[in-house]
């Protein structure tokens, strides 16, 4: 799919080329003499097709007979025989068919077009079709527009700056190790401080096989929470500090998030 400038922003160069080309085609008695034979063939009239509802009787009477494929090949052997570009040919309502459907001269204004590919509301992808030889100032409006488009259609997640290969590298060992705490996380809810035993004992409620329940589960989660590898030994193991490994956790459960739209839900 093409995404076409409703405003042009100079009818110079481009469209005045475009215009130079036509008009000089049509001065041209081996092209009349095959426009003519066209529009004989598809009956359209030697003035033109002029109201929208001629148009529309027209375009009825050529789906009836299943002439238009038959249609567009014709307009393209002639575009071709005479070293058209394609969107003088091909670009619905301009250039070539423009003339031979309307007897009017309508120039591309461009010679460039901006194609994506929806999905989902976004697109798969942004790319710039050219047609002839761009100039400068064409080549500056054909960059601002997929500029602007790609601020239309990916997010900033999709282009985020990327950082240096060695770091990004370390981040990823970080993050193999962090990343198994999120199998077994940490039952904070249940843990029991040792504060809490001193007070349980002195308290007397508790019938000593309460109490020694309560120690074995203080155990199994003091267990639990050390167990696994913590952002210190990481450090020291990468001759690096604590607040880095947290940092680089980060910033990998961003990206994870930012291009998959998953939440890591870890312990850093």
Do not use: C
Request: aromatic residues 10%.
């Amino acid at each position: 799919m093409a995404a076409r400038r409703e405003k042009p922003i100079n009818l110079g160069s481009a469209a005045f080329r475009n215009r130079m080309r036509l008009e000089l085609l049509i001065r041209l008695p081996q092209f009349q003499k095959e426009a003519v034979a066209i529009r004989q063939q598809f009956n359209i009239p030697s003035s033109g097709i002029i109201t929208d509802e001629q148009m529309a009787n027209w375009q009825r009477a050529l789906n009836e007979k299943e002439d238009n494929l038959k249609f567009g090949n014709q307009l393209e052997q002639l575009g071709r025989k005479f070293k058209l570009p394609y969107h003088l040919i091909n670009l619905f309502g301009d250039g070539l068919r423009a003339y031979i459907l309307k007897n009017k001269i309508v120039p591309p204004v461009y010679n460039f077009v901006i194609e994506h590919q929806p999905k989902s509301g976004e697109v798969d992808y942004l790319s710039i079709k050219t047609f002839a030889l761009l100039d400068k100032e064409e080549i500056k409006l054909a960059l601002n527009d997929l500029k602007n488009l790609q601020k239309l259609y990916f997010s900033k997640e999709t282009t985020l700056p990327i950082r240096s290969r060695k770091q990004f590298k370390r981040d990823l060992v970080i993050f193999d190790k962090l990343i198994k705490r999120i199998g077994n996380p940490v039952r904070r809810k249940d843990y029991l401080p040792s504060s809490f035993l001193v007070i349980a004992k002195k308290s007397g409620t508790y019938s000593p096989k309460k109490l020694r329940g309560l120690e074995k589960e203080y155990k199994k989660d003091v267990v639990i929470r050390y167990n696994q590898v913590t952002a210190r030994e990481i450090a020291k193991e990468l001759k690096t500090t604590a607040g880095a490994v947290g940092n680089a956790f980060k910033r990998i459960k961003k990206l994870i998030k930012q291009w998959f739209d998953i939440d890591i839900n870890g312990q850093q």
